[in-house]
């Protein structure tokens, strides 16, 4: 269930890293919003800037970059400001990460149980006893079949699936009101990828928890997500409720990746699907214009200008100069 | 006529240590596969991860001998097929195209590199074929001279694809060859491969475990539970009546982009067994919904009818 509460809310983004050969703009003035009980998708291919995004909103990123913003809000609490003691206190507890690779997130050299009650020990002062109670009843939770045993045991005596079912029970043990998941589902098997998403759909519709989704995989977004913001060269070129982008995409790039994907029944077996030509350019450097020109098939001589942001009733937003809605599009 | 692949109770067993002290034990990577595909068929084959398939791949390329059983090539037995003779009618395209590379060597030398070790024509020839096949796959001429760490993905795994054509084969074997690749990239990938089968009369087989890609390039769709094959059907057919429990379970579980569908709930269960200790019977009965008492204890026997090929008690269906 939606409310109106703003969990988190971040607005102009910007993550630049310095390398040797010049400024790599990975994350270029990006703004989003997640309410609670709301799930909002990254999607975007590789070299997007997506995962950059997710680390920087849990203020995990490398050394050489830097963000700034306008707004970096959480529950109403400024966390740009913030001193790096409340944002520890804050991490793992109220706002919570899954990593994409289970087995790189997790420590080979400790029990799963070390793992889990590590942090709920530290911010909720519990006892030891406590605090594996509380595992068991979130292994229980996310579907780990004798939990109790499973505290002894190491990361690798278990499987892929399981092992991400630990990293989401490790997430919620603090009960966080903010989820960031990044790619939580991409190295399984399909049938496993829909019993976590499953899983990750159910728990956060229970516990109304603000979740933000980073995937490649538009099948995944179509099925989970209420809002969706598709990502381009580190910038969103379009957003807006997950019905409205899948029905009427308006950017380009956003149109474009929905025609490459095969769908049973849909697309004609060996038939022609879409592509989109051309590379992801280089973010080093000044860069004007729409990042998606060279690519596009509609691009004109006004897209290495200023690029409107349009808008339409719904609250579907795209950067774009066309704008073939009716629906009166302020431009930004 | 005598189909172009034909495999015959084909199986390949390993040897596993599970631990200092403990005697070695064996694991049925594949257990027992007949296949035939015809000429110019894509067979795809789907299945979860230790469920053979990439086994399955090895032993078609003559990487992995057999341990039982036989693979013939237009009726002849590819272990008494010359390794080269055998290479040039059978070629692998791999799932990371950032490993199957070398590194080191030019993209022209890479895909000239089949036609030195068969010795055809003179060097100038040999990258002049090349380069005109690395036109042919849609990566210009100036890249002959780059290595491949200065390509991207999906010119890497043209390069790959180029490499694999250079030689003009009969079958070529794609073991997933777009899972490492965007989605942008994966279409322009599949495009090409199905231009390519086009002009070149190719038959490839096919191996995914993204089930719309399958259902988008394959004529016939082999789907692996556990190395053996639980059902086999022309891919318009199994997609829209799919049999075995576990094909159905399969298909449920592909996530389309069609919003409001939620997440399809298959009932699988928990784990995919080990495959050290195969379950009695069915191997998929513990996790399979629509169980019978007999599913637990026998075997069941591969079913040939018109609709194709499925192994499962329910089958045939008891009026």
Redesign the interface.
């Known amino acids: 269930m939606v409310t109106d509460e703003i969990v988190l809310d971040v607005q102009g983004l910007t993550v630049d890293i310095s390398t040797p050969r010049g400024t790599l703009h990975v994350v270029r003035d990006i703004s989003l919003q997640v309410k609670r009980g709301e799930t909002l998708c990254i999607v975007g291919?590789?070299g997007c800037g997506k995962s950059i995004t997710s680390l920087s909103m849990m203020g995990l990123l490398p050394k050489t970059a830097r963000r700034t913003s306008r707004v970096f809000e959480f529950l109403g609490e400024d966390l740009a400001r913030a001193s790096k003691q409340r944002i520890n206190d804050l991490r793992g507890n109220r706002m919570a990460m899954i990593f994409q690779e289970p087995m790189t997130a997790l420590n080979p050299a400790y029990t799963i149980g070390d793992q889990l009650t590590e942090h709920y020990r530290h911010h909720r002062k519990a006892s030891a006893q406590e605090a594996r109670l509380r595992a068991v009843e979130l292994l229980e939770k996310v579907?780990?079949?004798s939990a109790a045993e499973r505290l002894g045991q190491y990361p690798h005596q278990l499987?892929g699936?399981?092992r991400q079912r630990v990293m989401i029970a490790m997430a919620l043990m603090c009960g966080p009101e903010l989820l960031i998941a990044d790619e939580p589902s991409t190295a399984l098997?399909?049938?496993?990828?829909?019993?976590i998403?499953?899983l990750l759909?159910d728990l956060q519709d229970e516990l109304g928890i603000a979740m933000v989704l980073i995937t490649?995989?538009?099948?995944?977004?179509?099925?989970?997500?209420d809002r969706v913001a598709v990502m381009y060269a580190g910038q969103i070129v379009e957003e807006g409720a997950?019905?409205d982008i899948?029905?009427s995409p308006q950017h380009p790039y956003t149109r474009?990746?929905?025609?490459?994907?095969?769908?049973?029944?849909?697309?004609m077996?060996?038939?022609?699907?879409?592509?989109?030509p051309g590379?992801v350019p280089s973010l080093i450097g000044e860069m004007r214009g729409c990042s998606f020109k060279d690519r596009c098939s509609l691009a004109q001589e006004r897209c290495s200008d200023t690029i409107p942001m349009y808008k339409n009733i719904q609250g579907q937003q795209w950067r774009c100069v066309i704008n073939q809605s009716n629906q009166s599009g302020a431009g930004q | 006529m005598t189909a172009l692949i034909e495999t015959k109770d084909l199986q390949r067993t390993f040897s596993v240590s599970v631990g200092l002290f403990k005697p070695r034990q064996t694991l049925h990577a594949v257990n027992g596969v007949d296949l035939t595909v015809e000429r110019k068929d894509v067979l795809g084959i789907v299945g979860?991860?230790g469920c053979g398939k990439s086994t399955l791949a090895r032993m078609l390329l003559g990487l992995t001998p057999p341990t039982r059983g036989n693979i013939l090539i237009d009726g002849q037995d590819i272990s008494k097929i010359d390794r080269r003779e055998l290479a040039r009618r059978i070629q692998p395209i791999f799932q990371d195209p950032y490993s199957s590379l070398n590194p080191r060597r030019t993209i022209a030398s890479i895909v000239a590199f089949p036609l030195d070790v068969l010795g055809v024509g003179t060097s100038t020839e040999r990258r002049n074929k090349a380069i005109e096949m690395l036109d042919r796959v849609g990566l210009p001429a100036r890249y002959a001279d780059n290595t491949p760490g200065q390509l991207?993905?999906?010119q890497r795994q043209r390069v790959a694809i180029a490499r694999a054509l250079v030689i003009n084969p009969e079958i070529v074997v794609c073991d997933e060859p777009t899972s490492a690749l965007?989605?942008?990239v994966?279409?322009?990938i599949?495009?090409l491969l199905?231009d390519l089968r086009k002009e070149f009369n190719l038959t490839y087989v096919f191996i995914s475990?993204?089930?719309?890609?399958v259902?988008?390039?394959a004529t016939q769709v082999a789907v692996m539970y556990l190395g053996r094959v639980v059902e086999l059907t022309r891919?318009?057919e199994l997609?829209k009546h799919p049999r075995h429990p576990y094909t159905q379970?399969?298909?449920?579980?592909?996530?389309?982009?069609?919003?409001?569908?939620?997440?399809?709930?298959?009932g699988?269960g928990?784990?995919?067994p080990d495959p050290l200790h195969p379950p009695s019977g069915c191997a998929f009965h513990p996790r399979c919904q629509q169980r019978r008492p007999e599913c637990s204890v026998d075997h069941p026997h591969l079913l040939r009818d018109a609709q194709g090929d499925v192994a499962c008690h329910l089958y045939p269906a008891k009026a």
């Open positions: 291919e590789s579907g780990i079949a499987s699936g399981l098997d399909v049938t496993i990828q829909a019993q998403l499953r759909a490649h995989d538009l099948g995944v977004v179509a099925r989970i997500a997950a019905a899948f029905a474009g990746l929905i025609s490459c994907i095969p769908i049973p029944g849909k697309t077996p060996g038939g022609k699907l879409g592509t989109i590379v | 979860e991860s991207s993905g999906g965007d989605v942008s994966q279409a322009q599949l495009n199905l475990h993204n089930l719309a890609v259902e988008h390039i891919t318009a997609f379970a399969l298909l449920a579980s592909v996530l389309t982009p069609e919003p409001g569908l939620g997440i399809p709930d298959m699988l928990l784990s995919f």
